[in-house]
């Protein structure tokens, strides 16, 4: 069974705060996602990267960073948090192909008071 | 633009059967996933079609028709279980994927 861990499920953090959530896969997949996931709206693309140290912007990658340093692991960096970044971040993996199932972590919600 | 069109909720009664339907508006297309989540927890994948047709899976079937950008994940022998969100997320030309906002789907006794 493919593994995805988020390094927490929940987060409070305050407006400023550099904010690092990980996402750790045991699958040797190529592929890894950030998503973030709001109510009402469909999970929406912050970062992906298809390689180590490679990494490509998604639909709404403002305000945020990513790094691959090692194949399993995949951070998202809040540089400066704010309140409109108050979400659920979803962490998925997939293989090498584009049509690849994708599987996701279990989750962190993140509160920016 | 690219839009994915899905009922926010419905209703179902256990041991009927559901069909969750999903309209899509991609540039390009390679394929449509159905996930399932639970309150609380990850998406999990359902199934994924790229050809017409009904895939069956066990209790659950998903249509796809790319003429019309339509499709649809059919539930059977509902169950109590089965009371989750339903996302729908087509693959553009640029094997993206396109969310739908998700179809809340509550079993009642």
Same mark, same amino acid.
């Given at each position: 069974?493919?593994?995805?861990?988020? +390094?927490?499920?929940?987060?409070?953090?305050?407006?400023?705060?550099?904010?690092?959530?990980?996402? !750790?896969?045991?699958?040797?997949?190529?592929?890894?996602?950030?998503?973030?996931?709001?109510?009402?709206?469909?999970?929406?693309?912050?970062?992906?990267?298809?390689? !180590?140290?490679?990494?490509?912007?998604?639909?709404? =990658?403002?305000?945020?960073?990513?790094?691959?340093?090692?194949?399993?692991?995949?951070?998202?960096?809040?540089?400066?948090?704010?309140?409109?970044?108050?979400?659920?971040?979803?962490?998925?993996?997939?293989?090498?192909?584009?049509?690849?199932?994708?599987?996701?972590?279990?989750?962190?919600?993140?509160?920016?008071? | 633009?690219?839009?994915?069109?899905? =009922?926010?909720?419905?209703?179902?009664?256990?041991?009927?059967?559901?069909?969750?339907?999903?309209?899509?508006?991609? +540039?390009?297309?390679?394929?449509?996933?159905?996930?399932?989540?639970?309150?609380?927890?990850?998406?999990?994948?359902? +199934?994924?079609?790229? *050809?017409?047709?009904?895939?069956?899976?066990?209790?659950?079937?998903?249509? *796809?028709?790319?003429?019309?950008?339509?499709?649809?994940?059919?539930?059977?022998?509902?169950?109590?279980?089965?009371?989750?969100?339903?996302?729908?997320?087509? *693959?553009?030309?640029?094997?993206?994927?396109?969310?739908?906002?998700?179809?809340?789907?509550?079993?009642? =006794?």
């Amino acid at each position: 069974d493919v593994k995805v861990t988020q +390094s927490s499920r929940y987060l409070v953090k305050r407006t400023g705060e550099k904010v690092f959530l990980e996402c !750790v896969q045991d699958m040797d997949h190529e592929n890894m996602f950030w998503y973030r996931q709001d109510p009402g709206l469909g999970l929406r693309l912050i970062y992906f990267s298809y390689d !180590v140290k490679m990494k490509e912007k998604g639909d709404i =990658p403002e305000g945020y960073s990513v790094s691959r340093e090692k194949k399993e692991r995949f951070s998202l960096i809040l540089e400066s948090a704010s309140t409109n970044q108050t979400s659920m971040y979803l962490c998925a993996t997939g293989g090498g192909q584009h049509t690849d199932t994708q599987y996701f972590g279990p989750g962190t919600r993140l509160t920016v008071l | 633009g690219q839009n994915i069109d899905q =009922p926010t909720e419905m209703t179902a009664t256990e041991g009927a059967i559901v069909q969750i339907n999903c309209t899509y508006q991609t +540039s390009g297309f390679n394929g449509l996933f159905w996930y399932q989540q639970h309150a609380g927890e990850a998406p999990t994948f359902l +199934s994924y079609n790229v *050809l017409d047709g009904l895939e069956e899976k066990g209790r659950f079937s998903s249509f *796809l028709s790319r003429s019309k950008g339509y499709s649809y994940l059919l539930l059977k022998e509902l169950q109590m279980k089965d009371s989750a969100s339903y996302l729908c997320a087509g *693959l553009d030309s640029n094997y993206q994927l396109i969310w739908g906002a998700g179809t809340k789907l509550i079993i009642k =006794p």
